[in-house]
């Protein structure tokens, strides 16, 4: 059984750029949450996405954008890209039902230059 | 506004030196709380998810209990490969996660 997938694994952009990263979530999942996970912090909530709308959203400014296709994997768009957007970007997959457990991907590494 | 803090940041133990770690919270209508391991570089690794006060999960060296302010993770006889990053998070509408404490054990 395939656990949640995301690629790449490591990136390099400059600032101003644009960068998409992609999950694939865990065989019988429905819904895909995207986190944000700066050095030395937990993850933080960017946007969750369930029947290709978005469900949820995190305090993150509108150059965080998504997509839900309808095989149920997502990507997780940035533009504008800053020096402050350099993280490791998780993706996660449940249940449709709010209480699911979340199983989280390996993360894309995503520097800023 | 919903918060969770994790306590110690870091801990230090020796091989079979049994531990725990805090996870507090204020959340109003908590939907549950979830413990994840998480190594250098990778994703977070499921651990456990409790959903009411009283509630207590086991799994190998650890255990999770939880009250309505606070859930601990109990680690008996820890190893070397208990070494990781333990994040807690809870869940109301949005789940929220803490910074995590940092566990070393020494063989």
């Known amino acids: 059984d395939a656990g949640v997938t995301q690629s790449p694994t490591h990136l390099i952009k400059t600032r101003g750029q644009q960068v998409t990263l992609r999950c694939s979530p865990k065989?019988?999942?429905?819904?895909v949450s995207w986190y944000q996970q700066a050095l030395g912090q937990g993850p933080q909530f960017i946007f969750q996405?369930?029947?290709?709308?978005?469900?949820q959203r995190g305090n993150f400014p509108d150059r965080f954008s998504g997509h839900q296709f309808p095989n149920y994997s997502s990507e997780l768009n940035v533009n504008a890209l800053l020096l402050g957007d350099s993280a490791l970007y998780l993706c996660a997959s449940s249940s449709g039902s709010y209480t699911d457990t979340q199983y989280f991907g390996p993360g894309t590494r995503l520097t800023v230059l | 506004e919903d918060q969770v803090t994790q306590s110690p940041e870091a801990l230090r133990l020796q091989e079979g030196e049994s531990s725990s770690l805090n996870c507090s919270y204020t959340v109003s209508g908590l939907r549950g709380l979830f413990w994840y391991r998480q190594d250098p570089g990778k994703g977070p690794e499921f651990l456990f998810t409790?959903?009411?006060a009283g509630e207590e999960k086991e799994k190998e060296r650890l255990k999770a209990t939880l009250t309505k302010k606070e859930s601990f993770l109990h680690i008996t006889a820890p190893k070397p490969e208990d070494s990781a990053t333990y994040l807690c998070?809870?869940?109301?509408?949005?789940?929220?996660f803490g910074k995590g404490t940092r566990l070393h054990i020494l063989p």
């Open positions: 998070a809870v869940q109301r509408d949005k789940i929220i």
């Open positions: 409790l959903y009411s």
């Open positions: 996405y369930y029947e290709e709308e978005e469900r």
């Open positions: 065989s019988g999942h429905d819904t």
